[in-house]
Nanobody, 122 residues
Framework: QVQLVEFGGGLVQAGGSLRLSCAAS????????LGWFRQAPGTEREFVAA????????DYADSVKGRFTISRGNAKNTVYLQMNSLKPEDTAVYYC???????????????WGQGTQVTVSS
């Protein structure tokens, strides 16, 4: 089993920044792809960004390219999402997810965290 816990959500004004963190534990999480998804009220969960086990490959949704950056900690079992130039439409619950293989936005993502709320005010 893999456990994922997200940190760092909150309220920020449009144009501001937030950094989300996700700690993965259990099994060999250092070798897992880690990704971020988000879900706004009344919408389906959507892919945001993903990073492979060694940080050599990343994938981003078009809506966040150039504004968000995904990275992994030195121990490889932590993933970060640096969010800059935030917009009200970025408001959502953000979820961390893990996948045993690399397929970017098309991965299976068998494991999920509980989510953290990000609210961007206009």
């Amino acid at each position: 089993q893999v456990q994922l816990v997200e940190f760092g959500g909150g309220l920020v004004q449009a144009g501001g920044s937030l950094r989300l963190s996700c700690a993965a534990s259990g099994r060999t999480t250092s070798y897992y792809t880690l990704g971020w998804f988000r879900q706004a009220p009344g919408t389906e969960r959507e892919f945001v960004a993903a990073i492979n086990w060694n940080g050599g490959s990343t994938d981003y949704a078009d809506s966040v390219k150039g504004r968000f950056t995904i990275s992994r900690g030195n121990a490889k079992n932590t993933v970060y999402l640096q969010m800059n130039s935030l917009k009200p439409e970025d408001t959502a619950v953000y979820y961390c997810a893990a996948d045993g293989a690399w397929a970017g936005s098309r991965g299976r993502y068998d494991y999920w965290g509980q989510g953290t709320q990000v609210t961007v005010s206009s």
